[in-house]
């Protein structure tokens, strides 16, 4: 048995629904993820718990992508927002199982937009449904607007970025109000917006509120996807050397 040479990062994507409902990844995700060093592996909204469970037990990394708006009836959260383009049930049901084993395991994670949400929501966070009806007169986060973001010091977001302010293209109109007891806010906008949240007791469980696969070549933001696939390479290595 050799030692792996790229950790495997599983990625989940959109499901577009119909007769024959099908995964959409946009390539940029997994583009990133292979840039890192990383082998990106796309995985549809398949199978029930004990599946979930065993797919995250032979994959080193994590990568949650952006997506449609969260059915927060069926979280048992209120009504849903009427703009909200609601995530199908089968895929929202079965993100909320890949999070949890994610984190459950101590699988190394990334969420990005909604993948920030759903890691928040998963381990009790609070949503804003609507930007900028939930707060009046906040700066415009939709269709690839820029804006700033300020990293919080001594975060593990601070430490990959190695800056504490960095211009972002955020793509949401939904947002994390409050984050549970478990989760810590790294980086807010200017006007308080949480933008990035982590977890200190995980090997890495970081999310960003914005799309860093979008930044240009080059960019700090490249560091979060080499971030999340060192992490997997060292959970890969830790993995081999108990199997010898």
Request: a negative charge.
């Amino acid at each position: 048995m050799s030692a792996p040479e790229r950790p495997l990062i599983a990625i989940n994507g959109l499901l577009l629904p119909g007769e024959s409902p099908a995964l959409k990844l946009a390539n940029r995700y997994a583009n990133a993820i292979l840039k890192a060093g990383g082998l990106p592996l796309a995985i549809p909204p398949l199978g029930g718990p004990i599946d979930v469970e065993r797919l995250v037990a032979r994959v080193d990394g994590l990568l949650l992508t952006g997506g449609d708006d969260f059915d927060m009836e069926r979280l048992g959260l209120g009504p849903t927002h009427p703009t909200a383009e609601k995530t199908p049930a089968e895929k929202q049901d079965f993100d909320f199982v890949l999070a949890r084993a994610a984190i459950a395991s101590r699988t190394p994670v990334l969420g990005i937009c909604y993948g920030m949400q759903l890691l928040g929501l998963a381990e009790g966070g609070r949503m804003y449904q609507h930007l900028p009806e939930d707060r009046p007169g906040c700066q415009e986060h939709r269709k690839g607007a820029i804006h700033s973001v300020r990293v919080e010091p001594h975060t593990r977001l601070a430490r990959l970025l190695g800056q504490d302010e960095v211009a972002v293209i955020s793509r949401h109109h939904q947002a994390l109000a409050a984050v549970g007891p478990r989760w810590k806010v790294s980086a807010r906008d200017a006007e308080g917006l949480i933008e990035a949240i982590e977890r200190d007791e995980h090997p890495f469980a970081v999310a960003v509120q914005w799309h860093p696969e979008l930044a240009e070549e080059g960019s700090v933001q490249d560091r979060l996807f080499r971030g999340l696939v060192h992490a997997a390479a060292i959970a890969a290595t830790q993995r081999f050397l108990a199997a010898r």
